[in-house]
Protein backbone atom coordinates (compact mmCIF):
# COMPACT_ATOMS: atom_id res chain seq x y z
CA UNK A 1 0.00 0.00 0.00
CA UNK A 2 1.40 3.63 -0.88
CA UNK A 3 2.54 6.26 1.69
CA UNK A 4 0.21 8.87 1.75
CA UNK A 5 1.43 12.29 1.97
CA UNK A 6 3.05 14.05 5.07
CA UNK A 7 1.44 17.10 6.73
CA UNK A 8 -2.11 15.42 7.50
CA UNK A 9 -3.62 16.71 10.36
CA UNK A 10 -2.45 14.62 13.31
CA UNK A 11 -6.38 13.98 14.12
CA UNK A 12 -7.26 12.33 10.96
CA UNK A 13 -4.00 10.13 10.84
CA UNK A 14 -5.18 9.16 14.63
CA UNK A 15 -8.43 8.01 13.38
CA UNK A 16 -7.03 5.95 10.65
CA UNK A 17 -4.09 4.55 12.85
CA UNK A 18 -7.30 2.90 15.14
CA UNK A 19 -9.62 2.02 12.24
CA UNK A 20 -6.36 0.00 10.75
CA UNK A 21 -5.75 -1.46 14.04
CA UNK A 22 -9.40 -2.34 14.58
CA UNK A 23 -9.00 -4.68 11.21
CA UNK A 24 -5.68 -5.78 12.42
CA UNK A 25 -7.01 -7.10 16.08
CA UNK A 26 -10.48 -8.12 14.63
CA UNK A 27 -8.41 -10.29 11.61
CA UNK A 28 -5.82 -11.56 13.50
CA UNK A 29 -5.72 -11.17 17.11
CA UNK A 30 -4.19 -8.85 19.05
CA UNK A 31 -1.33 -10.92 19.95
CA UNK A 32 -0.78 -11.97 16.32
CA UNK A 33 -0.67 -8.41 15.29
CA UNK A 34 2.11 -6.45 15.08
CA UNK A 35 2.68 -2.62 14.64
CA UNK A 36 4.23 -3.58 10.99
CA UNK A 37 0.65 -4.43 10.13
CA UNK A 38 -1.10 -1.67 11.71
CA UNK A 39 1.21 0.58 9.71
CA UNK A 40 1.14 -1.17 6.69
CA UNK A 41 -3.07 -0.90 6.76
CA UNK A 42 -3.24 2.26 7.36
CA UNK A 43 -0.84 3.14 4.41
CA UNK A 44 1.49 5.08 7.16
CA UNK A 45 5.32 4.72 8.45
CA UNK A 46 5.71 3.44 12.15
CA UNK A 47 7.17 6.38 13.36
CA UNK A 48 3.58 7.91 12.38
CA UNK A 49 1.88 5.58 14.64
CA UNK A 50 4.53 5.69 17.44
CA UNK A 51 3.88 9.52 17.22
CA UNK A 52 0.29 8.97 18.04
CA UNK A 53 0.43 6.33 20.42
CA UNK A 54 3.12 4.69 22.48
CA UNK A 55 2.73 1.28 21.31
CA UNK A 56 0.12 -1.52 20.70
CA UNK A 57 -1.47 -1.97 24.19
CA UNK A 58 -1.79 1.76 23.84
CA UNK A 59 -3.85 1.52 20.59
CA UNK A 60 -5.77 -1.38 22.04
CA UNK A 61 -6.57 1.00 25.07
CA UNK A 62 -7.73 3.69 22.85
CA UNK A 63 -9.96 1.48 20.84
CA UNK A 64 -11.93 0.45 23.75
CA UNK A 65 -11.91 4.07 24.72
CA UNK A 66 -13.95 4.52 21.14
CA UNK A 67 -16.12 2.39 21.51
CA UNK A 68 -17.43 3.79 24.54
CA UNK A 69 -17.27 7.67 23.22
CA UNK A 70 -19.53 5.53 20.34
CA UNK A 71 -21.53 3.86 22.63
CA UNK A 72 -22.43 7.48 24.03
CA UNK A 73 -23.50 8.64 21.04
CA UNK A 74 -25.40 5.96 19.93
CA UNK A 75 -27.61 6.14 23.53
CA UNK A 76 -28.14 10.15 22.50
CA UNK A 77 -32.04 9.42 20.89
CA UNK A 78 -32.83 7.33 24.04
CA UNK A 79 -32.15 10.75 25.93
CA UNK A 80 -35.17 11.93 24.30
CA UNK A 81 -37.47 9.45 23.93
CA UNK A 82 -41.29 10.21 25.85
CA UNK A 83 -41.16 6.80 27.84
CA UNK A 84 -39.26 3.87 28.57
CA UNK A 85 -41.53 1.65 26.17
CA UNK A 86 -40.05 4.08 23.06
CA UNK A 87 -36.45 3.96 24.61
CA UNK A 88 -35.89 0.39 24.87
CA UNK A 89 -37.02 0.34 21.25
CA UNK A 90 -34.48 2.78 20.18
CA UNK A 91 -31.78 0.87 21.70
CA UNK A 92 -32.70 -2.37 20.41
CA UNK A 93 -32.98 -1.09 17.29
CA UNK A 94 -29.72 0.50 17.36
CA UNK A 95 -28.46 -3.25 18.68
CA UNK A 96 -29.91 -4.91 15.57
CA UNK A 97 -28.47 -2.69 13.28
CA UNK A 98 -25.57 -2.51 14.44
CA UNK A 99 -25.00 -6.82 14.54
CA UNK A 100 -23.10 -7.07 10.84
CA UNK A 101 -21.35 -3.76 11.49
CA UNK A 102 -20.31 -4.64 15.15
CA UNK A 103 -18.14 -7.75 14.18
CA UNK A 104 -15.31 -5.96 14.40
CA UNK A 105 -16.12 -4.58 17.63
CA UNK A 106 -17.47 -8.10 19.05
CA UNK A 107 -14.18 -9.71 18.04
CA UNK A 108 -12.06 -7.08 20.02
CA UNK A 109 -14.25 -7.65 22.90
CA UNK A 110 -13.40 -10.99 22.83
CA UNK A 111 -9.73 -9.64 22.93
CA UNK A 112 -10.78 -7.81 26.05
CA UNK A 113 -11.56 -11.20 27.57
CA UNK A 114 -8.28 -12.82 26.86
CA UNK A 115 -6.26 -9.56 28.17
CA UNK A 116 -8.46 -8.55 30.88
CA UNK A 117 -7.70 -11.31 33.27
CA UNK A 118 -4.37 -9.60 33.17
CA UNK A 119 -4.39 -5.65 32.88
CA UNK A 120 -6.26 -4.32 35.53
CA UNK A 121 -6.35 -1.24 33.09
CA UNK A 122 -8.11 -2.57 30.14
CA UNK A 123 -10.34 -4.42 32.32
CA UNK A 124 -11.50 -1.44 33.83
CA UNK A 125 -11.65 0.51 30.35
CA UNK A 126 -13.83 -2.62 28.71
CA UNK A 127 -16.10 -2.88 32.07
CA UNK A 128 -16.76 1.31 31.73
CA UNK A 129 -17.69 0.45 27.84
CA UNK A 130 -20.20 -2.67 28.27
CA UNK A 131 -21.96 -0.24 31.62
CA UNK A 132 -22.99 2.46 29.06
CA UNK A 133 -24.86 0.20 26.95
CA UNK A 134 -26.02 -2.18 30.59
CA UNK A 135 -27.20 1.23 32.51
CA UNK A 136 -29.39 3.06 29.50
CA UNK A 137 -31.41 -0.93 29.44
CA UNK A 138 -31.77 -1.04 33.17
CA UNK A 139 -32.96 2.64 33.60
CA UNK A 140 -35.60 1.94 30.71
CA UNK A 141 -36.48 -1.15 32.56
CA UNK A 142 -36.57 0.25 36.11
CA UNK A 143 -38.54 3.21 34.61
CA UNK A 144 -41.28 0.46 33.31
CA UNK A 145 -41.23 -1.13 36.47
CA UNK A 146 -41.69 2.57 38.44
CA UNK A 147 -44.58 3.08 35.98
CA UNK A 148 -46.77 -0.20 36.70
CA UNK A 149 -46.43 -1.44 33.18
CA UNK A 150 -43.42 -3.97 33.92
CA UNK A 151 -43.90 -6.69 36.41
CA UNK A 152 -41.31 -6.27 39.56
CA UNK A 153 -38.10 -7.41 38.32
CA UNK A 154 -34.22 -6.72 39.40
CA UNK A 155 -33.38 -4.39 36.21
CA UNK A 156 -29.85 -5.35 36.81
CA UNK A 157 -30.50 -9.03 36.23
CA UNK A 158 -32.40 -8.21 33.62
CA UNK A 159 -30.02 -6.39 31.56
CA UNK A 160 -27.37 -8.76 31.97
CA UNK A 161 -29.61 -11.25 30.05
CA UNK A 162 -30.18 -9.35 27.59
CA UNK A 163 -26.60 -8.03 27.13
CA UNK A 164 -25.39 -12.03 27.31
CA UNK A 165 -28.32 -12.52 24.34
CA UNK A 166 -27.01 -10.18 22.21
CA UNK A 167 -23.47 -11.64 23.06
CA UNK A 168 -24.59 -15.17 22.17
CA UNK A 169 -26.22 -13.95 18.39
CA UNK A 170 -23.11 -12.21 17.77
CA UNK A 171 -20.83 -15.19 18.49
CA UNK A 172 -23.49 -17.51 16.50
CA UNK A 173 -22.83 -14.96 13.49
CA UNK A 174 -19.00 -15.20 14.23
CA UNK A 175 -19.09 -18.79 13.64
CA UNK A 176 -21.44 -18.46 10.76
CA UNK A 177 -20.88 -15.28 8.72
CA UNK A 178 -23.95 -16.00 6.71
CA UNK A 179 -26.48 -16.91 9.74
CA UNK A 180 -29.68 -14.54 9.35
CA UNK A 181 -30.13 -14.11 12.85
CA UNK A 182 -33.35 -11.58 12.17
CA UNK A 183 -35.36 -14.10 13.06
CA UNK A 184 -33.81 -15.16 16.69
CA UNK A 185 -33.55 -11.03 17.30
CA UNK A 186 -37.48 -10.45 16.63
CA UNK A 187 -38.15 -14.00 18.59
CA UNK A 188 -35.93 -12.55 21.34
CA UNK A 189 -37.67 -9.09 21.36
CA UNK A 190 -41.05 -10.72 21.98
CA UNK A 191 -39.95 -13.14 24.55
CA UNK A 192 -38.87 -9.65 26.36
CA UNK A 193 -42.10 -7.81 25.90
CA UNK A 194 -44.23 -10.65 26.75
CA UNK A 195 -42.33 -11.71 29.65
CA UNK A 196 -42.23 -8.20 31.63
CA UNK A 197 -45.57 -7.38 30.84
CA UNK A 198 -47.31 -6.25 34.48
Same mark, same amino acid.
Given at each position: ??? +? =? !?? /?????????? #? %?????? $???????????????????????????????????????????????????????????? +? =? !?? /?????????? #? %?????? $?????????????????????????????????????????????????????????????????????????????????????????????
Amino acid at each position: MAK +R =A !AG /RKPEVSRGEI #L %DAALGC $FAARGYHETSMDDIASRAGLSKGAIYWHFAGKRELFLALVDRFSEHALGSLAAVADAPDW +R =A !AL /RAIFANVRAQ #L %DSGMQI $FRLGLEYIALCARDEEIRVRAERAQGVWKAAVEKQIARGVAAGELREVDAGAVGQLIDAAIDGLMLARMMRPDLDLEPAWIAAEEIFWRGLRA
